[in-house]
């Protein structure tokens, strides 16, 4: 079969390809020479098919980082609040907004807190990024915890910001972690919107509301600029926010509002800058580094210098980029200033680590965070159960799993001790420490942890521990309750006062005094206490403060309990054990109606014999045991004792197993206190 070729003009001279080209519609035009026409079909970026036997890639038009409206179409704003006051739901609302999602598609609530232990407590734990577009601009959506413990991941991601939605609840007003985060996103210059949510409450009051944040903005030192803030109001669960405290049909004025009062992110020419603020990990892409590229551009296989904190500089290259859109992330040949993106090809980085160009590499000043408060002894778990439930249990294991987690946990501090089977693991609180051994123990470690320890300074030759301001609100009945136990701990009563029916009530108390006082407050209010507390600052040790009152009923052998035992104990105190459950010599089983420790025998059973009697044998009846927390176990025991931690169980036991070693060792001390 013969085809004919009629060309338009006589000079082009066509390979093959070029013939191809023609046949299938190209429109063939001729470029500087008739030798080498081009086709301008093609967008830029692609291949240019030649009637030379050449094959070139035309350069994308690529512009430059501060031409057009490049850097003007980009928002970044993070979400700071009290826990509790509405952010999580509050981005819900921001992607349903902006059609993330199908019309049709089943997301349920909470869309950003998506790790398993978020979802059991109802609360954020790690700060994550969304992006969204509205009316042509990219928004970066930072949600970040509000629990005080948590203070570290708020810190970091701040850095990614240039502007800040402050959500307060209408009802409770600024609490101490609004404070706490409005003074680091002021000291970072950061522009606030203030957000005055759940106006739908009972008895909510946003006008005296809008009055306290102000004058919370005006104790913290806000420039002029800041206390001019913007405020909205309304109900993120019912989906709408205005500029007045009037119901609307949706959150599109607050989405206005952030384009209009949140400034395009500030760069200044010159080669890259990007700070890690934040890691990601893929199974199929290994480390992936998030943050804020400060200056110039970043590109794919790009060669870059890593500036790490120590002052070390290693050369690295870019393998893929990605920027965030919706709830996940797309594929980037560029990111430019001003952007949030995530960079794969990196090895051993950090957080606070700069990624700077090749030849100019200049480094961004180091994230700071403050200073842990806590500290708790981690160590291999030295029972006679260890190894029955988890695959990690050695001390090479823990210490690769804590270091690890001081990667990306910026609030964490992890130091050897003089024991290699044991490690000192510094944090923010309670729950920031619990949150890491729940982790541990859902991977698969064993281990014992100790009786969390308030950290204490040397100022000027005198003994400083950590102070904090605790915030109750409680129903009035119950006021006077909440007074006397905070008392007892050497808490100082600063604030009382109405709000509506709860009565506030804010004191200042040292460290050591909140640890255990959750679980307490809560059995004498009837569950309607709501406490939050803050660091304030080091001032001089209080002296000693009461701990728990009652003993413990310990374990004297190593069996299953029975029912018969435990029938004829369980006056002797509350038990933490059902029967048939496996215990060991020195684990706490129960918690004693008096001061003092007891070794009973909950192993024993009944004797069978060949006499009956009427009503002798009717069935036992068994109080069901006490269950507790890690968190609330971690508050409930004394210096001497320890919690052992595996994937299955969580048991209470004291820190030496052997009686007679107990013995031993207390008397040592007494000894060496006497000296």
């Known amino acids: 079969m013969f085809f004919m070729l009629f060309l338009p003009n006589p000079s082009f001279k066509l390979g093959s390809s070029g013939v191809l080209a023609y046949i299938c519609g190209f429109k063939l035009t001729g470029g500087q020479s008739a030798e080498r026409p081009i086709i301008s079909a093609f967008p830029p970026g692609s291949y240019i098919l030649n ?5 070139e890639k035309q350069p994308a038009a690529r512009p430059r980082p501060f031409e057009g409206d490049n850097i003007m179409q ?24 902006t059609h ?36 042509g601009v990219k928004i970066n959506v930072i949600d970040t915890p509000g629990h005080s413990d948590f203070g570290g991941e708020v810190e970091r991601v701040l850095k990614m910001a240039d502007g800040v939605l402050l959500l307060v609840d209408a009802f409770e007003g600024p609490m101490p972690q609004t404070r706490f985060v409005l003074q680091k996103a002021l000291q970072l210059n950061l522009k606030p919107i203030v957000v005055i949510n759940k106006v739908d409450k009972p008895n909510c009051r946003p006008d005296e509301v809008h009055d306290a944040v102000f004058e919370l903005f005006f104790n913290l030192d806000a420039t002029e600029e800041q206390l001019d803030f913007p405020t909205f109001y309304g109900s993120g669960k019912n989906g709408w ?56 551009s970043i590109r794919e296989s790009q060669n870059v210098a890593l500036m790490q904190a120590d002052g070390t500089i290693k050369k690295s290259k870019i393998k893929e980029l990605y920027t965030f859109m919706g709830m996940g992330k797309k594929k980037a040949a560029e990111v430019f200033a001003g952007d949030i993106c995530a960079v794969v090809g990196l090895e051993d980085f950090n957080i606070g680590d700069t990624i700077a160009d090749a030849e100019n590499p200049e480094a961004l000043p180091v994230i700071s965070v403050d200073e842990p408060t806590m500290s708790m002894l981690f160590g291999i778990n030295n029972s006679p159960f260890f190894g029955k439930d988890g695959k990690f249990v050695t001390s090479r294991h823990l210490r690769d799993r804590l270091i690890k987690e001081t990667e990306k946990n910026l609030a964490l501090r992890v130091e050897d001790t003089d024991s290699a089977d044991s490690f000192l693991v510094y944090g923010r609180g309670i729950l920031h420490l619990g ?9 698969g470690f064993e281990l014992t942890v100790g009786q969390p320890q308030v950290l204490v300074k040397e100022i000027n030759g005198k003994k400083h521990e950590p102070y904090e301001i605790l915030v109750v609100d409680v129903p009035g009945d119950y006021s006077g309750k909440v007074i006397d136990m905070v008392t007892q701990r050497k808490g100082e009563m600063l604030v009382m006062e109405s709000k509506g029916e709860m009565q506030h009530l804010e004191f200042e108390i040292p460290s050591r005094g909140l640890i255990g006082l959750r679980s307490s407050m809560l059995t004498n209010t009837a569950g309607e206490a709501v406490m939050a507390h803050r660091f304030l600052e080091y001032k001089p040790w209080k002296g000693p403060i009461p701990g728990r009152n009652n ?125």
């Open 100 to 135: 993330v999602f199908r019309e049709n598609q089943e997301t349920g609530e909470l869309i950003m807190d998506n790790n398993d232990l978020e979802r059991e407590r109802g609360i954020t734990i790690f700060s994550k990024n969304a992006a969204v577009e509205y009316k």
């Open 51 to 55: 009637t030379t036997t050449r094959r």
């Open 241 to 296: 926010f205005n500029s007045k405290n009037e119901q609307c049909a949706d959150i599109t004025p607050l989405l206005d509002g952030i384009l209009q009062y949140v400034p395009a992110p500030k760069v200044s020419e010159g080669p890259l800058q990007m700070q890690i603020t934040s890691l990601d990990y893929s199974s199929f892409l290994g480390r992936i580094a998030v943050g804020k590229v400060a200056r110039g």
């Open 435 to 443: 949150i890491l051994i729940e982790t541990m123990r859902r991977e």
């Open 74 to 97: 980009i928002r970044n704003i993070a979400i700071i609040a009290h826990v509790d006051h509405g952010k999580t739901t509050l981005v819900d609302k921001i992607l349903h907004a």
């Open 551 to 675: 003993g413990v009923l310990l374990s004297k052998n190593q069996d299953k309990t029975t029912a018969y035992s435990i029938d004829k104990l369980q006056d002797r105190g509350t038990f933490f054990v059902d029967p048939g459950e496996d215990v060991y010599v020195g684990q706490i089983i129960a918690e004693h109606i008096k001061p003092g420790d007891l070794i009973v025998n909950a192993t024993e059973g009944k004797k069978l014999t060949n006499m009956r009697a009427s009503g002798s044998d009717d069935s036992v009846r068994i109080i069901p045991k006490k269950q507790m927390t890690l968190e609330e176990c971690m508050e409930y025991i004394q210096h001497d004792e320890c919690i052992e931690v595996t994937p299955k169980k969580i048991r209470l036991r004291k820190t030496i197993l052997d009686e007679n070693e107990r013995k031993r060792r207390q008397t040592a001390m007494k000894a060496e206190e006497v000296k």
